[in-house]
């Protein structure tokens, strides 16, 4: 199984970037996916998750309103399009998967987890 997080990248606030993260080796459909980041120092938080079929989304307040996740489980991607970047968004962000769609916020219930790509966001 693997996860392939890629699109990060150095903008301005206000700028926009989508991510994105391809798996491989294993039923993608059957799994919820979510992004989480880690700034410098911090824990690795939860930014948003996508049920298995994309029908139910659920965002950290942090971001709601600014940015999106979406799948594509024909291509056996998820997404995370992100808007009105500020700096405190800088971070890396990863990808993760797991079986069920419950427990989102805690890093211990994700089966899988992509490498990373690093968010950076200048003022």
């Known amino acids: 199984v693997q996860l392939q997080a890629s699109g990060g990248g150095l903008v301005q606030a206000g700028a926009s970037l989508r991510l994105s993260c391809a798996a491989s080796g294993y039923i993608f459909s059957g799994d919820a996916m979510a992004w989480f980041r880690q700034a410098p120092g911090k824990d690795r938080d939860f930014v948003a998750a996508?049920?298995?079929?994309?029908?139910?989304?659920e965002y950290a307040d942090s971001v709601k309103g600014r940015f999106t996740i979406s799948r594509d489980n024909a291509k056996n991607t998820v997404y995370l399009q992100m808007s009105s970047l500020k700096p405190e968004d800088t971070a890396v962000y990863y990808c993760?998967?797991?079986?069920?769609?419950?427990?989102?916020?805690?890093?211990?219930?994700?089966?899988?987890w992509g490498q990373g790509t690093l968010v950076t966001v200048s003022s």
């Open positions: 993760a998967a797991k079986r069920f769609y419950s427990a989102l916020y805690d890093t211990n219930t994700y089966e899988y």
């Open positions: 996508i049920s298995p079929s994309g029908g139910v989304t």
